[in-house]
């Protein structure tokens, strides 16, 4: 089925949206891998596919899907999650953000067992890209990822519109980081940070509560199961 595909997407040319969600295309002998390689070889290339959903489907890191944004021109949107992408993956994404033609400008990676080091590799080339839209939730992303996404929303070219992150161990001295650069931040609307069990301390929520007086620019923060407690959630004048 994947050979047939990669066919399409290379022949088909008015093809603009694929979604393959949940078809196990990265089974390789009923076990996790890159079989879905052959759609990254393709894509690689391709100059018209916009959207493509590959979450849930059992891929692997070193996932050639992920390879191809180094040389492609046309995707827009590309929807990765909870597969088993790695460290690999995040480098060669990071390399993919100085490639100039890529249009990407919406990317979830969520769910993909990427490190602490990983989130310093997607963030610290992100002022490089389009992206607007980026989710890396309940990933293994520890305060140095936080810190450097902090450093990300500092630079002036970074597009970013909405970040989720929730579900990772930011940890307070990450979240800290993270408070002061939103704080001055004037594009971000939109900020996920409900967490799957990773509570701040108490001063560090009470940072980004303080976020909504002084950023008019924020539409959205979430800060659900954050277990902030009351001297984390002071009154705002």
Do not use: W
Request: proline fraction near 3%; hydrophobic fraction near 40%; glycine fraction near 10%.
């Amino acid at each position: 089925a994947v050979p047939h595909l990669a066919d399409v997407i290379r022949k088909h040319r008015k093809l603009r949206e694929l979604l393959l969600t949940r078809n196990r295309l990265g089974l390789v002998d009923g076990k996790e891998g890159n079989a879905a390689d052959p759609i990254g070889v393709e894509l690689a290339e391709n100059e018209k596919l916009e959207y493509l959903d590959v979450s849930e489907n059992f891929i692997v890191a070193g996932s050639a899907i992920v390879s191809a944004l180094s040389t492609n021109s046309a995707l827009r949107t590309l929807l990765i999650s909870s597969n088993k992408l790695g460290r690999p993956d995040a480098m060669n994404l990071s390399a993919a953000m100085r490639n100039k033609k890529l249009e990407l400008t919406s990317l979830d990676i969520a769910r993909n067992a990427l490190d602490d080091l990983s989130g310093v590799a997607i963030a610290e080339n992100l002022h490089l890209s389009k992206l607007d839209v980026l989710n890396v939730s309940g990933n293994d992303i520890g305060s140095k990822g936080c810190v450097a996404f902090a450093a990300a929303l500092e630079e002036q070219d970074t597009k970013l519109r909405t970040l989720r992150m929730g579900g990772n161990p930011l940890g307070s001295d990450g979240g800290r980081r993270l408070a002061q650069a939103v704080a001055e931040n004037k594009t971000l609307q939109h900020l996920d940070l409900n967490s799957g069990g990773n509570p701040f301390a108490p001063s560090t929520g009470a940072m980004f509560i303080e976020v909504i007086a002084v950023n008019s620019t924020l539409r959205y923060l979430g800060l659900a199961g954050c277990e902030l407690g009351k001297e984390g959630t002071p009154e705002i004048s």
